[in-house]
C-alpha cells in the first residue's frame, strides 16, 4: 500500500528534510518494500538487541570533577551567526506550510 | 631482533639514520601530487605534516623517537575530527568547517608522532560502497593504471584510453584504501559500519581491519550509525595492522561504549602449525551474484587451510540473508537521529533562509546532504514512526540478536574463525557501478561483510590474488570478539601463503622504491 500524503507531510516536518520530487517518494515506497522482507523471520520470544556489548558493563559513573572546559571561543569559531556568546537562530514556533501549500513538492512529476 | 611487517622495516631505517622523517614526507607529498588524478585525498596537510615530520627528525636525532610509528606518514578518512584541519565528510554541510578537536584515534597517532598527511576522500557521510557519492568527486582504484590492469584489459577502440575505464575503489573508506594502495602513505584509518573497510581493501589490493566493537574508541568519528561503526586500520600487511591495533585499541573515556578491560598491543607470532585450528566455511555466504572466480578462490584457501592440517567446516549462519534488510532498518533509524544535528547553527553549511528556525533547518539540510543522505534520513524517520517503531525498528533489533547468535552458536560449536568472500567480484568500471543507485549498490555490495557489523565481531580482508582483469580480490577472515590476537596470527600465515603480488604502477617506478620492500611475484591464481 502506498504511503499517505499525511504521512510523507508528517516525515518532512518531522525529519526537516523534503522529498523534492516523486523521485523521492518512491524512494521511500522501495525502501520500505525492502524493509518488509524483515517480517518473513519469525522472532517470537526474541528479546530486541540494543548493543552487541549488552553483557559487559560499558557505562559507568565518574567522580564530578571538572576536567575540561573554556573552549567557548574555540566552539564558538564554527558558527555563522552569532552575537557574543549566543548562537543566533532565526525566530522559533513558525511551522512550516503544509505540503499542499509547498511549491516544491511533487512539481513536474 | 628484526620484526616482519613493513612499518618495523620503516621504522628501524628512521632508527638507524637510514632515510630522515622529513624525507620519507617530502617523497609521500610527492607522491600524492603525481597521483592526484587517483582524487583519494580531500585535504592535503602540507605544511602540518611537514612540521611535524621535522619534530620526528629532532627526536630521532636525540635518540628519543616515540615508538614505532615516529615518523610514519599516515593518512586519515575524512569523517575523522582533525584539529585545525577541515573535516567535511565529502559533503557540502561541512565544507569549510575546521574541527576544535582531534579524534581519540588521531590524537593518539599524533601522540606516537605519527605524521598526518591529510584526509582522504569518501562517499557523502559514508553512505555508500563505491567512494563514488562524494561532492569532491569518485576516487579512481589505483589498479585501473597498473600494469597488470592494463595488460589484460582490451581497449574497444584505439582512441579509447584509461580514462574511460577506471574502476572503481569500493567504498565507503575508497581514498584510505587507494592512499595505502598507491604508497602514498603508510597506513590510512578508514571507518567501517557494513563493510565500508574490508569493501575497498578488497578492491585495493590492501589489508583491512575491522576490529571487534567496542574496542578501539569512536570518539571523534562522525557518527554513522552508532551501535555499529568502528575506525577501522588500512595497511599493506598484516603485522602493519597489528602495530596500528596496538597503537589504537583501548578503553576511552570519552567513549561510553569502549570496554574498559586493558588492553595488551601484541606482535604476532609466525605461525608454523595450523593443526590445530578449526576453520569455518558459513555456506550462506555462496552468496547470488559471488563470481565463480571468486568462488575459485575461496575454495583454494579452504584446501590451502586444509592441506596444511587444519581442521575445515562447513558451517551455517542461516539468518545471513536477513542481514542486510536488518541494517536497512537500523542503519537509517540511527541515521535519522544523527544526522539531526545538521541544523547550521553551531557548524557546518548554513543556509540564508531567516523567516523562522525550522525554515532555516530544512533549507540548510535541503543544501547540504545529498539525495543517498536524505533518502536515509527520510526513510529512517518513517520506521520509527510511533506506528511503525515495533514493526520495524524494534523487529529489526531482535532479527539482530538472530543474526549474532547464529555467530555465538558457530563459535561454540569448535570453530575459531571464519572464511569467507569480502566481495562478490572484482572491482567494477566506474561507468558501470554508477548506473544502479547507491541503495542498491550498497545491498549487493555490502552482503557479505555487513554481518560482521551486525554482531560486533572483529574481521579483516586479506588480499589474496588477482581476477582475469588482473584487478586484486580478497578474502575475509572473521573472528571472536576481542581475539584480535588470533585472527591477525592467521590472517598472517594466510597471506605469507598467497603472497599477493606488488602492485605495478608507472608512477612509483619514478620515485626510487628503495625504502619500500618488493615481494615475491610467483601468486596464488
Known sequence: QKVSVEVLDHL????????????????????????????????????????????????????????????????????REKVEEYFVAPPGNIPLP???????????? | ALKDGLLSQVSAALKEGR???????????????????????????????????????????RGQPLGILDGIPIAVKDNFNTAGIETTCASN?????????????????????????????????????????????????????????????????????????????????????????????????GSDTGGSTRNPAAHCGVVGLKPTYGLISRHGLIPLVNSMDVPGILTRCVDDAAVLLGSLAGHDPKDSTTVQDDFKPFELPNLTDVSKLSIGIPEEYHAPGLSSEILALWSKAADLFKNAGAKVVEVSLPHTRYSIVCYHVLCTAEVASNMARFDGLEYGHRSDKKESTESMYAATRREGFNDVVRGRILSG???????????????????????????????????DILLTPTT???????????????????AQDDILTQAANMAGLPAINVPTALSERGLP???????????????????????KQVQFPMIQLEEIKRHDSGVFQHQKSASFS
Open chain 2, 424 to 442: 562478490l567480484s572484482d572491482a567494477a568500471p566506474y561507468t558501470e557501478f554508477i548506473q544502479e543507485d547507491n541503495r542498491t549498490r550498497s
Open chain 1, 98 to 109: 503544509k505540503l499542499e501549500e509547498q511549491d516544491t513538492f511533487l512539481q513536474g512529476s
Open chain 2, 93 to 189: 554541510m561541512l565544507k569549510g568547517y575546521i574541527s576544535p578537536y582531534n579524534a581519540t584515534v588521531v590524537q593518539k597517532l599524533l601522540d606516537q608522532g605519527a605524521v598526518l598527511l591529510g584526509k582522504t576522500n569518501l562517499d557523502e557521510f559514508a553512505m555508500g560502497s563505491g567512494s563514488t557519492d562524494g561532492v569532491f568527486g569518485p576516487v579512481r582504484n589505483p589498479w585501473s593504471y597498473s600494469k597488470q590492469y592494463k595488460e589484460k584489459s582490451v581497449p574497444k577502440s584505439h582512441c579509447e584510453d584509461e580514462e574511460s575505464n577506471w574502476v572503481i575503489t569500493g567504498g565507503s573508506s575508497g581514498g584510505s584504501a587507494a592512499a595505502v594502495s598507491s604508497f602514498t602513505c603508510f597506513a590510512a584509518l
Open chain 2, 19 to 61: 632515510v630522515a622523517p622529513t624525507e620519507l614526507c617530502h617523497r609521500c607529498l610527492a607522491l600524492i601530487k603525481s597521483t592526484k588524478f587517483l582524487n583519494a585525498y580531500i585535504t592535503v596537510a602540507e605544511e602540518i605534516a611537514l612540521k611535524q615530520a621535522e619534530e620526528s627528525e629532532e627526536r630521532y636525532k
Open chain 1, 12 to 79: 518532512e516536518h518531522l525529519a526537516l528534510v523534503d522529498f523534492r520530487d516523486s523521485e523521492g517518494v518512491e524512494r521511500l515506497q522501495k525502501a520500505i518494500q525492502f524493509a518488509d522482507q524483515l517480517h518473513e523471520v519469525n522472532t517470537d520470544g526474541v528479546e530486541p538487541m540494543d548493543s552487541v556489548l549488552e553483557d559487559r558493563w560499558c557505562l559507568y559513573l565518574r567522580d564530578d570533577d571538572v576536567t575540561e572546559g573554556n573552549c567557548t571561543k574555540d566552539l564558538m569559531e564554527n558558527a
Open chain 2, 381 to 415: 524517520n518513517y520506521f520509527l514512526l510511533k506506528q511503525n517503531y515495533e514493526k520495524y525498528f524494534v523487529k529489526a533489533q531482535k532479527v539482530r540478536r538472530l543474526i549474532t547468535n547464529d555467530f555465538v552458536k558457530v563459535f561454540r560449536s569448535g570453530v
Open chain 2, 473 to 495: 580480490v580478497g578474502l575475509q577472515f572473521i573472528g571472536r570478539s576481542f581475539q584480535e590476537k588470533q585472527l591477525l596470527t592467521v590472517a598472517k600465515w594466510f597471506e
